[in-house]
């Protein structure tokens, strides 16, 4: 279960853009800072300019600029826009399912929901949230009785006190 | 942003030995039912008897059958267990992270938080409310003024009126 590197590489770009507002940034060096390749961002950027969220002038003196205020830009509306590969079930997939249970099958209902409840979280948050000088984010949830996820030691979930 | 094969496969094994509470059931029979290969669910087979969650019996009159009341086994823990990979985005795999953004990056924060949120709904869930004959499951989540993702139309989530 994991999102794509596209999404990942969305994010930073949408992110080191927030945080330079008032200055125009290149591709080139926004592939330097995050030792990515300029071919991957360019399609990145290009997407999200499609999207109405970036503006890019050629030229001298050209770049990249965000188009939209951080906090109208919406994380869970970013990946939404971002992510091809919703299908966190077999059946997600009607057109290949082989699955033979029932179509009215409470996994695929289980699934819709907790998926729901991962992008109320993203909906939440917005790139202002996320950017470096913001104050603290109101997305910070109160503690759980539940225990987290167990994951493989390099996959570790990092959790701050809320 | 997708579940693994695998546990898609794991849940599935599981409803249908709940289903079948009342006798053994075998791996041929689920391959069959499903359309999956036998050597595919015997080692789901395998691992949900290393877990202590069904029980194998070889030769004759052999087959496989659940160790615990369906009421005892959470999704969340039997998704936890079976997925490998929550590197939700980069930096969660801080081996491999080239991000340069801050180590306090939160980013990090927000999608630790949303996955929380999704185990919070998978654990509200046990493989009795996934039996086909139970009655309906309380994780129904009340309809919210947030719009569902939008995914591809071969992705389409169906949602039920709760």
């Given at each position: 279960m994991r999102l794509a590197e596209y999404t990942d590489y969305t994010l930073r770009v949408l992110m080191y853009c927030?945080?330079?507002?008032?200055?125009?940034?290149?591709?080139?060096?926004?592939?330097?800072?995050?030792?990515?390749?300029?071919?991957?961002?360019?399609?990145?950027?290009?997407?999200?300019a499609?999207?109405?969220?970036?503006?890019?002038?050629?030229?001298r003196g050209g770049g990249v600029r965000l188009l939209k205020e951080p906090g109208d830009i919406r994380i869970g509306d970013v990946v939404r826009a971002s992510e091809s590969d919703f299908r966190l079930v077999e059946c997600f997939d009607e057109s290949t399912s082989?699955?033979?249970?029932?179509?009215?099958?409470?996994?695929?209902?289980?699934f819709g929901t907790a998926l729901q409840a991962?992008?109320?979280?993203?909906?939440?948050?917005?790139?202002?949230?996320?950017?470096?000088?913001?104050p603290a984010p109101g997305w910070v949830k109160a503690?759980?009785?539940?225990?987290?996820?167990?994951?493989?030691?390099?996959h570790r979930l990092v959790r701050r006190s809320a």
């Open positions: 927030a945080d330079r507002r008032d200055q125009r940034v290149t591709i080139g060096e926004m592939a330097e800072h995050h030792g990515l390749s300029k071919n991957h961002l360019m399609k990145v950027v290009n997407d999200l499609g999207q109405g969220l970036l503006e890019t002038t050629r030229g082989a699955c033979t249970l029932s179509s009215n099958c409470r996994l695929k209902h289980l991962y992008f109320d979280t993203l909906d939440g948050a917005t790139l202002a949230d996320l950017a470096a000088a913001s503690p759980s009785s539940r225990p987290l996820p167990i994951v493989r030691p390099r």
